[in-house]
């Protein structure tokens, strides 16, 4: 994450992981392009796609990296959601396993990157809700247990998708806003710090005042 | 082959991209239309002779199989006709013990998603029956690999080639097991390694690309001399908008786990096939620099990921690529260590 000095461009990365077949590039397509395509091909090697938006006067780039999901391709995983600023975690809501997946990646996730990347679960297909096998509540519950965000989409009838992101850039950037006020809250405490030390070691709280900055 | 320059699919039956430029590969074919007719009265007057030296048959193949001979040499060369000689099982007695749902269900979801513009995919029936075959016979006599999304491209390039089920199998087989070993193991690390030998390669070959591909990757801490001493404003067009870059993974996992199947067109695929049968994994690390020599230029003009991106993407598209024989020579011409021994080296330096 970058931010100009006036702190209103911020370019957040978002990777989405989830198993295979569950509708990953499918949400992105919709979601960058507002395509559908139910032929599409299985994705192999990660892809990447820009959005642009506008959000409480920022202006964000939101860079979507999409994943390949079969289980195989897991061992990729820490290539693509290094330095990520938000992950989308998607299951199908017909597919139980696909849950069970889905809670892998936030156990690898919290404990790779710990509370410094924002969540959203999604559970994809809401279309096909006759065939559900996932409970919406349960899905709801694990979400908010592991500080998540839950969404239901249908990338195939355009359902939810802008929400669920719009959310996700909103934790994110509520997340970047209270990084940079607790790091200048950091810097303010050093200062003053250094202020009421100045006179036992200065040489050495000089140095360690430059460390932070 | 049928001379297809007017046709919208190429003679696999794979649709041409859209802004298909038909002139100049008019031009290419007519040419390689003779280059073909000539390698195939050479093979013919050699026949039996070409096998009995190593260099003549490396020659041979490294300047293309004659299409009708592809299945027979393929088998022969890779070792797959020793490996089926010597197997305890033949491949209809394999394809029996098809049983595990989980793997049955994994494939057949990727059955309509293999070259779905494939004309002789989507028309021909017996083609998917085939592909489902060969891969699901692969996966339960390979319990350790079973079924690897990639495999579904590799086995339909090969079912075009060699129009045979189990000759299909079992260079599948010899390319799971032999060329390109833990590839498609679930902690794919020959594929890990792989990424990082030609990460070095590319350092070694093409600094420039190298350099401008990981000042992309991480401007903030990496950005090179060169671009410091670019003007301040590009400086800061970099800071500020770009701390994303692109893993080697991201432009080329394709490139090794599918051996270029979905990512070069189909006969400059084939070309490559046959010698990488013939010479083995060491052959992909050849042509991944060849292309990015070829696209230079446009890596370096890329000013972020989206661009970078792009420019890996329609490689396919470039006449120079299409044109196979000409390609299959500069990526021959290639000066330097690449031998079956370096590449080893470098692989023993990044094993994971």
């Known amino acids: ?213 | 082959m049928a001379k297809s320059s007017y046709s919208k699919v190429d003679e696999y039956g794979f649709e041409r991209p859209e802004n298909f430029n038909y002139e100049s590969y008019d031009a290419f074919m007519s040419e390689y239309m003779g280059i073909l007719t000539r390698r195939a009265q050479r093979w013919n007057a050699l026949e039996r002779g070409i096998f009995k030296s190593p260099s003549i048959l490396k020659r041979f193949i490294r300047k293309g199989i004659p299409i009708d001979r592809r299945r027979d040499v393929w088998m022969r060369i890779s070792g797959a006709d020793n490996m089926k000689q010597n197997s305890p099982y033949t491949y209809a007695y394999m394809k029996k013990q098809i049983h595990n749902k989980s793997i049955i269900e994994t494939i057949k979801i990727d059955l309509p998603r293999t070259f779905p513009d494939n004309i002789f995919f989507i028309s021909n029936e017996t083609l998917p029956d085939m592909l489902f075959g060969v891969l699901a016979t692969f996966a339960h006599q390979n319990k350790e690999v079973g079924y690897c999304q990639g495999l579904n491209y590799i086995a339909g390039l090969l079912l075009l080639a060699t129009k045979d089920e189990e000759t299909s199998f079992w260079l599948l087989k010899t390319i799971v097991d032999q060329i390109l070993p833990q590839y498609y193991i679930s902690t794919m690390t020959g594929l890990l390694t792989d990424l990082d030998v030609l990460d070095d390669l590319i350092y070694k070959y093409e600094p420039v690309v190298s350099r401008h591909i990981k000042a992309i990757e991480v401007p903030s801490l990496g950005v090179s001399k060169d671009l410091l001493t670019d003007t301040l404003e590009t400086i800061s067009y970099w800071l500020i908008l770009f701390d994303i870059g692109m893993p080697w993974a991201m432009g080329t996992t394709k490139w090794f786990i599918c051996i270029f199947a979905e990512v070069l067109p189909t006969e400059t695929v084939y070309r490559i096939w046959d010698c990488l049968f013939y010479e083995g994994s060491k052959v992909i690390f050849r042509v991944a620099i060849a292309l990015i020599r070829l696209h230079k230029q446009d890596i370096l003009k890329a000013r972020e990921l989206g661009e970078l991106m792009m420019c890996f993407k329609v490689m396919r598209n470039n006449e120079a690529v299409i044109d196979c024989h000409q390609f299959m020579k500069d990526v021959f011409k290639l000066s330097g260590n690449l031998s079956k021994n370096s590449i080893q080296k470098l692989r023993e330096k990044y094993k994971k």
């Not at chain 1, 820009?50 to 897991?74: C, V």
């Not at chain 1, 195939?156 to 959310?167: D, I, T």
Request: hydrophobic share 35%.
């Open chain 1, 1 to 213: 994450m970058a931010s100009t000095a006036n702190g209103e461009s911020f370019n957040f990365k978002v990777v989405l992981l989830g198993e295979g077949c569950v509708g990953k590039t499918s949400l992105v397509l919709r979601y960058v392009e507002d395509k559908f395509n139910a032929k599409h091909i299985s994705t192999i090697q990660a892809s990447f796609l820009n959005k642009k938006i506008n959000l409480d006067d920022n202006r964000i780039n939101l860079a979507i990296w999409d994943t390949a999901g079969q289980e195989k391709f897991h061992a990729l995983g820490p290539i693509y959601y290094r330095s990520s600023n938000g992950a989308v975690l998607v299951y199908d809501i017909t597919d139980e396993d696909s849950f069970q997946k889905v809670k892998c990646w936030v156990k690898e996730l919290r404990k790779m990157l710990g509370v410094e990347i924002s969540l959203v679960i999604v559970g994809n297909k809401s279309d096909l809700e006759k065939d559900r096998h996932v409970s919406l509540e349960e899905a709801k519950e694990y979400a908010e247990k592991v500080k998540a965000l839950h969404f239901q989409t249908s990338a195939k009838q355009n359902e939810g998708v802008e929400e669920m992101f719009l959310a996700l850039t909103q934790k994110m950037l509520d997340d970047a806003k209270k990084k940079t006020a607790q790091e200048q809250l950091l810097i303010g405490q050093n200062s003053q710090r250094t202020v009421t030390v100045v006179d036992d070691e200065v040489e050495s709280t000089t140095r360690s005042c430059c460390g932070s900055n």
